[in-house]
């Protein structure tokens, strides 16, 4: 089965700075992998994904994923963070990567921006 | 706006009660999802339902009960909830058999327990 961690709860940027959030994956062949955000009091909106291929993924509201096998990561970046990026940010991946499958989540990382 | 609607937003019930949340999807997708969010965790995977037919369930109490009328309708029967139960339940929904398709999920609905 696959599975996602995010080694950190709370991140805290300034506005106009860049970001990265982390997150690790465990599984031996090439993992599907997902990021999701999450506003208060809404659902997940998903920002990117990745299957295969190029390692660097482009996502919506100017967001970029990078997959690097060597370290089984796949962090979100954003150059600029603007306010409205505050929010709560989900690693997923597939249970088993077969079939119609439930995602497994990370434990979230909170994004906190700073004027 | 969200492509899958969930009904009610907000749902108080006591644990005596029978209650129904709904979900809806027309982007013609085969496979919905419920899955259920305490406050400041993760989703976690209840149900799924693959070409109207439940496919998974995460050893989930039977005092939840899913349902899936037809191919864009997912309903959640809820009957003698505990304090627990409470939390945002989400409906999600995917193209087909193929966990390379991403899950779209609704808004959620808030449910608490007295």
């Known amino acids: 089965a696959q599975s996602v961690t995010q080694p950190d709860i709370h991140i805290t940027v300034s506005e106009g700075a860049s970001l990265e959030l982390r997150c690790n994956y465990s599984?031996?062949?090439?993992?599907?992998l997902f990021w999701y955000v999450q506003s208060p009091g809404q659902g997940l909106q998903l920002l990117l994904k990745y299957f295969s291929g190029d390692t660097l993924v482009q996502g919506i509201k100017g967001f970029e994923a990078e997959f690097k096998r060597s370290q089984s990561s796949f962090n979100l970046r954003k150059p600029s963070v603007h306010w409205s990026d505050a929010a709560e940010y989900f690693c997923a991946s597939p249970y088993s990567g077969g079939g119609a499958d439930g995602l497994t989540f990370g434990k979230g990382t909170h994004l906190i921006i700073q004027p | 706006d969200t492509e899958v609607t969930q009904t009610p937003k907000h749902l108080v019930m006591g644990m005596t009660n029978k209650k129904s949340l709904k979900c809806e999807q027309h982007m013609g997708h085969r496979a919905m999802y419920w899955y259920k969010q305490k406050a400041k965790k993760p989703p976690e995977l209840m149900f799924v339902y693959s070409y109207e037919k439940l496919s998974i369930n995460e050893s989930v109490p039977s005092r939840f009960s899913p349902e899936c009328p037809n191919s864009s309708l997912l309903n959640l029967h809820l009957h003698a909830l505990q304090p627990e139960d409470s939390a945002l339940y989400l409906c999600?929904?995917?193209?087909?058999?193929?966990?390379?398709?991403?899950?779209?999920f609704g808004d959620g609905t808030r449910l608490s327990i007295l």
């Open positions: 999600a929904s995917s193209q087909g058999e193929s966990s390379r398709q991403p899950q779209h």
């Open positions: 599984y031996g062949a090439t993992p599907y």
